[in-house]
């Protein structure tokens, strides 16, 4: 059987020091097994080559009239 | 799943539940954020990897070892919102490096959250996947989710984390005001009462559909 391009990349990790890894993934139509692989080949390549993004930051707002009325929301405190 | 993979899963979330909770603890108490608010005022984003005082990141350095979250430039991440490794060095120590993929900041924030609560779990690394065989279990499992027909350590403690990130970004302890704003929304702008989940989210930067989770589920456990 030969060795896929996953299962080079992650046993030159173990190797590296890698001693765990875990994963968030997202099932769907078309998830496969090589296609969670593929993504983790991409960023790991994207991470050895140096190319990093900004953390994300907030974009949307709250409109101003829903705000107000979070703001104003009180609870009354139980014993 | 048979008796002793419920054993485990259940060991894991409790483990995590614990374990978010002084997360979470430590850092609201370090940032001023109320523990029992009463009012929408006092409600803030529980911090994740923002801001120059403790969050979540700094403290799961903080608390077990090195860590630090990489931001890739990738277009990938149909299945793959991001993942966690401890590697250890040649120095010999070992770190935590977490991969955020997602762009969305709410998303990133969750994701983040969940990956981080694995640098948290001290269990002598008994549910590691550190070998190809594991990997590919780990990977199948997840990928079939509630169709599966079985659940690895590692698969346990990786959904667990889910759980530990809800804990850490929606303490329990604010729900009855979260459901207060809501209710407020539908009342009170009743044209915007389809979006009154989606508006408390952003105040605290969850994704929509985990606050209805949260609010809605009534095991969430409060403490």
């Known amino acids: 059987m030969s060795v896929s391009n996953f299962d080079k990349w992650f046993s030159q990790q173990v190797e590296a020091g890698l001693v765990d890894i875990k994963l968030a993934i997202t099932a769907g139509k078309g998830v496969t097994n090589e296609a969670i692989k593929d993504e983790i080949l991409a960023a790991e390549a994207a991470i050895s080559s140096g190319f990093f993004r900004e953390p994300p930051k907030a974009r949307s707002a709250t409109p101003a009239d829903i705000m107000a009325i979070i703001k104003n929301s009180t609870i009354q405190a139980t014993a | ?223």
């Open chain 2, 1 to 223: 799943m048979n008796d002793s993979q419920n054993h485990i899963r259940s060991h894991y979330v409790g483990l995590m539940r614990n374990t978010a909770r002084s997360a979470l603890k430590a850092v609201m108490e370090e940032n001023g954020l109320d523990w029992l608010p009463k009012s929408g005022s006092q409600i803030r984003p529980i911090p994740v990897y923002e801001g120059n005082n403790i969050n979540l990141e700094r403290y799961v350095s903080r608390k077990t070892l090195s860590t630090s979250i990489v931001w890739p430039e990738t277009q990938s991440d149909t299945y793959l919102p991001g993942y966690y490794k401890q590697i250890r060095t040649k120095s010999g120590e070992n770190r935590n490096e977490v991969v955020v993929i997602a762009e969305n900041y709410c998303y990133a924030r969750w994701i983040a959250a969940k990956e981080l609560m694995h640098g948290l779990i001290e269990d002598d690394n008994y549910p590691a996947t550190n070998s190809i065989d594991l990997v590919n279990q780990l990977i199948d499992e997840l990928a079939a989710g509630p169709h599966r027909a079985s659940c690895a350590p590692q698969t346990a403690v990786d959904e667990a984390a889910w759980l530990g990130a809800a804990y850490y970004l929606i303490p329990s302890t604010w729900i009855p005001l979260l459901k207060q704003m809501i209710s407020d929304i539908e009342q009170q702008a009743p044209d915007s009462a389809r979006d009154a989940y989606l508006h408390v989210a952003r105040e605290i930067r969850v994704p929509e559909i985990i606050l209805r989770s949260v609010l809605n589920n009534p095991y969430y456990i409060d403490y």
